[in-house]
């Protein structure tokens, strides 16, 4: 029986995997690694305080039965012969394939668990949308603590930690469709009036420190872009700008709070509401961000990005960013 529902539960999640590989569900992988961890926690529970005991229990019996059988024949004269009572010993005690796939595997899947949920967690740069700070292909980590201890899943917060601030490179939610994680950059923070006009950044009404520097050569689109080095909160990071684009914001969606910007051909302005945050990518031409779709909101946050830790393409690329 055990077996049985034990191959329905692993097929269930075969099932989910492969759907959401083949695009026929949205999957969600902190949800998955939490049913697996409770699934498998479940079983080893089980495994130490019941079937272990119960197998354990059947080799004593097994043992105490051999020496009866022995003693009975050496009591009537006859030299007992060796028997398998060692390998068949060893047969009872072994665990079944089901709990080898449950019970065995929880160590492993509560220690990534908690890795994945408090502490680090791992993402892949799909998009250029942070160019020159992070290429396509990094491997990337994010710190799950800075901001605030959160309950993987529901992303409600435990700790405060550290509010963000501008300059930071975060992970979060993609507010339209949280499924997805996006990551920009922090340009303004709640109370923040930030200005993008004619390509010139503006925090508060102080124009952010943009200084050229060697055009950047893009090897996917094959061009060059003018670069630029900034300082935001203290930070020091790189932009580029794309001459063949114009300063207005085309394809604006509705979004909450939208009030609070204005726009114009020449930009956009916005006032950043209390709890929210206004994000935007480094390859500032080539971003869809805030100026689109609008604010981050608190609960949205996932983790500061700040470290790349392999990228296959160069191995140049792994080690720390700004």
Request: glycine fraction near 8%.
């Amino acid at each position: 029986m055990m077996s049985a529902m034990t191959g329905a539960v692993l097929a269930a999640f075969v099932g989910y995997a492969a759907a959401w590989y083949f695009g026929v569900v949205e999957g969600n992988f902190a949800l998955l690694l939490f049913l697996a961890t409770v699934v498998t926690g479940l079983y080893w529970m089980a495994e130490r305080l019941y079937f272990l005991p119960q197998r354990r229990k059947a080799a004593v019996q097994l043992e105490a039965s051999a020496a009866e059988h022995r003693a009975g024949l050496a009591a009537k004269g006859i030299t007992p012969v060796e028997s398998d009572v060692a390998q068949a010993r060893h047969r009872i005690l072994m665990q079944p394939w089901w709990l080898d796939w449950t019970a065995g595997l929880f160590p492993v899947i509560l220690a990534v668990f908690v890795l994945r949920s408090f502490l680090f967690e791992p993402f892949k740069i799909p998009s250029g949308s942070m160019i020159p700070t992070l290429l396509v292909g990094d491997l990337i980590l994010v710190n799950k603590f800075t901001y605030g201890v959160r309950l993987p899943v529901v992303n409600v917060k435990l700790t405060e930690g550290t509010a963000p601030q501008r300059g930071d490179v975060m992970v979060f939610r993609y507010p339209p469709k949280p499924s997805l994680d996006y990551i920009k950059r922090v340009v303004g923070v709640p109370g923040d009036e930030v200005a993008y006009l004619n390509k010139q950044l503006t925090i508060n009404g102080q124009p952010v420190s943009k200084a050229p520097v060697a055009d950047f050569f893009d090897e996917d689109a094959m061009a060059y872009f003018k670069q630029f080095e900034e300082v935001l909160g203290g930070k020091h990071h790189r932009i580029l700008n794309d001459d063949s684009r114009p300063a207005f914001i085309p394809g604006v969606e509705n979004f909450p709070m939208k009030q609070n910007c204005r726009y114009s051909v020449e930009g956009v302005v916005c006032k950043v509401p209390a709890g929210h945050y206004f994000m935007m990518g480094d390859n500032r031409d080539n971003s869809l961000d805030s100026r689109y779709w609008g604010f981050v909101p608190d609960r949205n946050i996932v983790g500061k990005a700040f470290f790349v830790w392999m990228n296959f393409s160069s191995f140049k690329r792994i080690g720390s960013f700004e």
